[in-house]
Structure formats: C-alpha cells, structure tokens
C-alpha cells in the first residue's frame, strides 16, 4: 500500500473488495455513526469520494437500528458504506439489496459471503487500540489514490477521538502516523494535556482531564493556583519548564489523590499532534468533532474537517457549550447520585446524546475504579445504555460487549461494542432486571 503500510495480505484483499463496491457504483449511500470517530471517518470518506469525483448522500446515525435499516432498504441504493457501524448487525445488513461494505472497528458477530466487512478483528489486530473506523476508513481512502494521505490528521483526530492513542499509538496507527509526520501532514511534541488561554481556565474548564474540587470550579482553581505562587492569569502556552514542571507535578498528585489509573495520570503528559494545514491539533479537531456530533451538529463537523473557516468557529461555540454541559453533570456525579451493586456503578442520564462521554469521563476520573460503570439514558419508551471500564478491567475479564448483548437480549433489546465500552437499548421498564443480569454476568467476568 502506498505510504509504506504493512497489513496482513487479508486485510488488504479486504479493503480491495471495498473499492471495488466503491468503483461499481455511480452513486454511493454512505452511513456513519456520530461519535468522533464515526465523523472523523466519514470525514475522510467525503474527501476520498469527493476527490473521485463520485456523487454520494451522507447520514450521520446515533445507531444502527431497524428503522434506520427499514429506510435504507425503500431507498433503492446501488451500494452503501457503513462507517463505525455494522459489524454487530450484519443480519440485518444481509437483507439490503444494494452492495454493501462495512468498514468498522466493533467486535464482529460474524463473517458473512454477501456482506464486505473490513474489521481488523478479522485480521489478528485489536479494533480497541490498533485500528479504529477513521484508521480503516482511510486505509480505503488511500486505496483508492494516495493522493489522499493529505486526510491522515482527520483519521488521526479521530484515533484520538476513539481514545486509541493512550500509552501510544500502536500497529496500523502508529505506522499512519509515522508516514503523515515524515510527509509534513503532522508534527508532534510533548506537552501538558490541556488547553485553555491561561492557566486558571486551562483547569477550571477542563473536563478531560477531569480534576475533583478545582473542574466546574473557578474560585477552587485561583486557590489552589496561589497556594502554588503560580499566577492564574499566565498564558497557558507560555509556560517555562519549572513552572510546567510544578504545574504537572501538582495536578498527577491530584489525580492520583482520586483514585485515577497510572495510565490516566501519564496522560497528563502527552504528545501533541500538530496539524499545520488547520492550525489546531489533533485532539482540538477530535474535541471539535465529539462536540459537533453530540450537540446534534453533525454536518458541521464535516464541513470544519473540508476547510471551512466558518464551521471551525461555530464548532468552537459549540465546545464551549457542549463542554459546559458536561462539566455541570460531572460536577453533579461527583457530588453523588451513583447507585452501586455488587460488580458495576450505574447513573441516569437525562441527555442520552451526552451519556458515553460522562459515563467514560466518570469511569475514569471520578468514580470506584474497581466497578465498571453504565449510564441510562430514557428515550420515546426505550432506555438506552451506555457503559464504559477500564483497560485494567479488560486485563481482568470485563468483556461490557458480550454483558451488553447476552443482558439486552434476555430482555428483548440490542447491545454490543467493545470490551471496555459498549451500549444497549432495551424496552423502559426492564432497567431493573436488565442491570441485574449485566451484574451476574459482569461477576463470572472478573472472578
């Protein structure tokens, strides 16, 4: 593959056969999921399809469900791209008449004769932390011309966005990245994981990292920044090295002082992704785009990924709000509303477009590190769910993409995903039994 990319030799017939689906048709239905990663993927995918001059019709899904599928099968597609999706419901996909190609990172149910699904879980790599949707979706992309590796840190943000990039990039990720820096497309350096104009709003506003005390909390932070003589109003960007290496001394401590992972708390520090063609970094356009999609701006997102000035500004907006909006239920979280039974934590969420990423901010920086944790959200008589452990959990057994699925089906519902986060939707009403199941179940994983 152009870029010097090794994959196994089924990897790439795979996505071979998905450029084949891609060339067969004048017109392509493409589908992708809303999280930053499924747009950053369809991002990539737009730019690919657009530089092929090929004619397209894009829709951003919070799920893969029967009425999606239902409206899809009316509208008479010659093929359609499934983006971050369709692996965990590849029969319903066998009943589409169009040519289909699944470009997913989920843990498969199956291989299927009719269905192309390009998934590195097929291919002896991990779709948790190898290769996500925007890693598989740019693979086709550079397929299909390397011209396209100018798209690398849109897939990039999207690794990022997937959370792919803990403890290092590894395999097909690590080499993408490898080739965009050598090629200009990314720089990287080492840095302090926040972002913010001066150092008291840098922490008050952050909410990955989430800080217990000083985030959501302005007054908390100018005390704790003076009792560390470090002036709230310096430039964040202008730190010198003592006074970051206080900064981050101090915080790692506050941390650790709330029970965080030591992979978490090495996070403080990390690489940061440059992207000199847009002047933010990665993990700003990964931020952006988790924003966008959970703020129901989905389309937004894509077009600050094409170069729109005006996209980026309103998506900024939209951060600052979205942002907000998670640090008011943190806040709320820590201060209690957590229900605990023998082996998991659960909260409600009373926005469901919201629920994943205060479940996983909660998991990871607020609540007992020894219970995976579930987030319900009740929508138009369902209950969706969403779920996150850890990477230490995983070590131990925790498998939510199995739990989710064997509890949600016992009761008539959906579920599946990965190892460490998964979600379901089940009939309202069942919430009860249904978190009981996943409890037992959750209990014979970590024995």
């Known amino acids: ?83 971050d999706m369709g692996s965990g ?17 989920h843990k498969p149910i199956r291989k299927s004769k009719k269905i192309v699904q390009v998934n590195p879980h097929f291919f002896g790599l991990d779709g948790m932390t190898e290769a996500c949707a925007s890693t598989v979706s740019f693979l086709l992309a550079v397929m299909m011309d390397p011209c396209n590796w100018e798209l690398s840190p849109i897939a990039i943000a999207g690794m990022i966005g997937d959370r792919q990039h803990m403890g290092g990039m590894k395999s097909v990720n690590q080499q993408i990245l490898d080739y965009a820096r050598e090629k200009g ?10 972002k913010g104009t001066t150092i008291a709003d840098a922490i008050a506003d952050s909410a990955d990292p989430y800080f217990v005390g000083l985030s959501g909390r302005k007054d908390n932070v100018m ?21 970051r290496r206080k900064l981050t001394s101090m915080l790692s401590l506050r941390l650790m002082g709330q029970g965080c992972r030591p992979e978490t708390v090495e996070e403080l520090v990390t690489d940061v992704h440059w992207i000199p063609s847009m002047n933010i970094t990665a993990f700003d356009l990964a931020d952006l785009l988790n924003a966008c999609g959970r703020m129901n701006y989905e389309g937004l997102g894509i077009a600050m990924c094409m170069g729109d000035k005006e996209a980026l500004a309103r998506a900024s907006e939209l951060r600052r709000e979205y942002n907000g909006k998670i640090l008011t239920r943190l806040t709320e979280i820590e201060a209690g509303g957590v229900i605990h039974k023998s082996h998991i934590q659960y909260f409600e969420a009373p926005d469901p477009s919201l629920a994943g990423a205060q ?6 920086y607020i609540l007992d590190q020894s219970k995976p944790t579930l987030a319900l ?25 199995a739990a989710l699925k064997k509890a949600a089906e016992k009761f008539g519902g959906i579920g599946g995903g990965h190892a460490v986060a998964a979600g379901a939707t089940i009939d309202e009403g069942k ?17």
């Open 377 to 401: 959200s009740k929508v138009k008589g369902s209950v969706k769910v969403s779920s996150r452990g850890t990477k230490y959990l995983v070590s131990k057994g925790l498998d939510f993409s």
């Open 1 to 83: 593959m152009n870029g010097s990319i090794a994959l196994p030799d089924e990897f790439s017939d795979s996505l071979k056969h998905a450029v084949k689906v891609v060339n067969s048709a004048s017109f392509l239905r493409v589908v992708s999921h809303y999280d930053a990663d499924g747009l950053a993927a369809a991002a990539v995918i737009v730019g690919a399809l657009s530089r092929a001059k090929k004619q397209f019709h894009l829709t951003i899904s919070k799920s893969l469900d029967k009425e999606v599928l239902e409206s899809l099968a009316k509208e008479g597609n010659e093929a359609i791209l499934f983006l």
């Open 223 to 243: 005390a704790f920044l003076e009792s560390m003589r470090l002036n709230p109003d310096h430039p964040m960007g202008s730190l010198d090295d003592v006074h």
């Open 431 to 447: 919430e009860d039994e249904f978190l009981a199941a996943v409890d037992e179940i959750v209990g014979l994983q970590l024995r």
């Open 359 to 364: 479940c996983g901010l909660a998991m990871q």
């Open 89 to 105: 419901q590849i029969d319903g996909l066998e009943t589409l008449k169009a040519k289909v190609a699944a470009l997913d990172h």
């Open 185 to 194: 497309f990314i720089e990287v350096q080492r840095g302090l994981n926040l």
